[in-house]
């Protein structure tokens, strides 16, 4: 079973992620995880913290010699702030120099102080903080390195920004570095300007934006997932891996909502059998690849929606000092005008991890070799499958 756990805060000393159940003799190294990294920072709009800090990855453990030993994989992410923070965030006994008591609407501040009995907001901030996502794409890019030798591979790309949408144009895999050069990580150069006036607008008046991300699962197999219970469903656990990206507010599998107003007629995806290839084919993908909670062997689809971050460059949003019960303006930290470009990134991540947490369920294998071969030899079976059934054979 895959798995991994995050631990540490925003302006933390560090971040660290440990990846446990990765199959033994994956090729990972420190470039590979930095790499990922660098694709989180990207996109117009970002927050000037992403030109001060630099994610220095430091693989602590589950790694010799540029490949994985089957233990479980650490990942170190210090931060280079840490200087300007090791007062304020000192694990020792102390007191912070300033206490935040005016949260901001939006953000879990004041939920997670009343759930927790804080005085301060930063003691729910700091850990809900986005910053956290960086662990994610760290273990992410470990999951992405085994699909590869798998054959999936997944992208993302914005297809909407500030109200303003792309022709829905869908980037193939050799397409990827197209989208990561596009300013707001958009494959529709005619939608990337009007997306990037749109940011312009929104900064000049300290607000801030949302946006959808859309992500892509090429070369997924029949069988990841199951129909049998709830949590083995592949769209539930992607559904709730992405809904758990911070600020994220919706997500939709295939044509999603839109497909909840159409004939059932126009709603599925036709099956045909492919003679020359030996296996059942569909011609669309309006499920999102996924039926009945199983992958169809179609593109896997998923639509990512964030809201304007809580954050504003502006103190307009009203709150309540939790100190004095009196009204007042939230507080402000460092922001972005918008992270959808980023956020479309993370949404890799978590794609990745479902799929190859589910790859690893079906396939089984202590290494990476016993891995492939089990996947070979499933694949070799799928087109006779439903024939032998029929057959009185299974």
Sequence with gaps: MLRFLTAGESHGRALVVVVEGLPAGLPVTRQLVQAELARRRLGYGRGPRMRFEADEVTLLGGVRHGRTLGSPVAIEIANTEWPKWEQEMSPDPGSPSRVLTT???????????????????????????????????????????????????????????????????????????????????????????????????????????????????????????????????????????????????????????????????????????????????????????????????????ARVAMKPLATLNRPVLGTVDVATKESTVSFKERTDVTAVPAMGVVAETMTALVLAAEALRKFGGDSLAELVRNRDGYLGSLGDTPSAVAAGDG
Excluded: N
């Design 103 to 301: 949260p901001r609407p939006g953000h879990v501040d004041l939920a997670g102080m009343q759930k927790y009995g804080f005085g301060d907001a930063r003691d729910v901030l700091e850990r809900a903080s986005a910053r956290e996502t960086a662990a994610r794409v760290a273990a992410g890019a470990l999951a992405k390195a085994m699909l590869a030798h798998l054959g999936m591979q997944v992208v993302s790309h914005v297809v909407a920004l500030g109200g303003e949408w792309s022709s829905g144009r869908r980037p193939e895999p050799a397409d990827l570095d197209t989208v990561d050069a596009s300013a707001v990580r958009c494959f529709d150069a005619a939608a990337e300007e009007r997306m990037v006036a749109a940011v312009k607008a929104a900064a000049k008046v300290g607000d801030s934006l949302g946006g959808v991300a859309e992500v892509l699962a090429y070369g997924v197999p029949v069988g990841l997932g199951s129909h049998v219970h709830w949590d083995r469903k592949l769209d539930g656990l992607l559904a709730q891996a992405l809904m758990s990206i911070q600020a994220v507010k919706a997500v939709e599998i295939g044509d999603g909502f839109d497909v909840a107003g159409r004939r059932g007629s126009e709603a599925h995806d036709a099956i045909s059998w492919d003679a020359d290839a030996g296996e059942y084919r569909r011609q669309t993908s309006r499920a999102g690849g996924v039926e009945g909670g199983i992958s169809t062997g179609a593109l896997v689809v």
